[in-house]
């Protein structure tokens, strides 16, 4: 159980492109999906958090109108890079979780972002 | 201060001997405490959740959480090759993960 999917796996594109990722939670009803980003040899930071119905709380430092995020239900959400330039490459991974803030989160294969 | 600090490793252990992972936590309202594993190139894979104190055993894993230390850690029995990865440590506050660098653990044939 517990199952998140996230696609697409890895996305090379162009500077100035829109890159939008999926993702989705296959197995359960997530009330909460999160977005990080990772760089290499550092940890997840977390980017923001998206609950269903609501507008995405983005954490300090992240630009809103660059990284668009959409909760359209409660098994769905997706993050769009706007105008996507060399620094925006990482990996994204999404994450999702069922009930309470304490329960855990289940993350997504993640997505390797590479703009050249 | 790191809101939560691990040791970078590298971790090296020989294959059937107990590994032992700690993570330290700065905010004490910290709720909830979780390790995931995360070998290179893939998503973090969650291994053990714990929120009370003292010890939390599932299979090989065994995750021990000390509050008032603000510490806790993660010990893998038997150690196997296929053990060898990143150990994140995160730590639950107001809704959101805070996320440790990780411990990179080699477990030796």
């Known amino acids: 159980g517990a199952v998140v999917s996230q696609h697409p796996s890895r996305v090379i594109c162009k500077s100035g492109t829109s890159v939008k990722i999926e993702c989705r939670s296959l197995?359960?009803?997530?009330?909460?999906m999160f977005w990080y980003r990772q760089f290499p040899k550092q940890s997840l930071m977390l980017m923001a958090t998206?609950?269903?119905?609501?507008?995405?709380?983005?954490e300090q430092g992240v630009e809103k109108d660059k990284f668009l995020i959409n909760h359209a239900s409660l098994t769905l959400s997706t993050l769009t890079v706007t105008s996507a330039h060399p620094e925006d490459s990482s990996f994204y991974i999404c994450?999702?979780?069922?009930?309470?803030?304490?329960?855990?989160?289940?993350f997504g294969d993640g997505t390797r972002l590479s703009i050249l | 201060q790191k809101e939560v600090e691990q040791n970078s490793g590298p971790l090296s252990v020989p294959e059937g001997a107990i590994a032992s992972l700690n993570c330290t936590y700065s905010?004490?309202?910290?709720?909830?405490f979780f390790w995931y594993r995360q070998y290179s190139g893939k998503s973090p894979e969650l291994i053990m959740f714990?929120?009370?104190?003292g010890d939390k055993e599932d299979g090989r894993f065994t995750a021990q959480l000390n509050k008032a230390s603000q510490y806790v850690s993660l010990l893998i029995r038997d150690s196997q090759p296929s053990d060898s990865a990143t150990y994140l440590c995160?730590?639950?506050?107001?809704?959101?993960?805070?996320f440790g660098t990780g411990t990179r653990l080699t477990i030796i044939p």
């Open positions: 994450s999702a979780r069922q009930g309470s803030g304490n329960q855990p989160q289940h």
């Open positions: 197995d359960f009803q997530a009330t909460t």
């Open positions: 998206s609950n269903e119905g609501s507008k995405a709380t983005y």
């Open positions: 905010d004490r309202g910290s709720q909830s």
């Open positions: 714990i929120y009370s104190n």
């Open positions: 995160a730590v639950g506050v107001n809704e959101k993960l805070t």
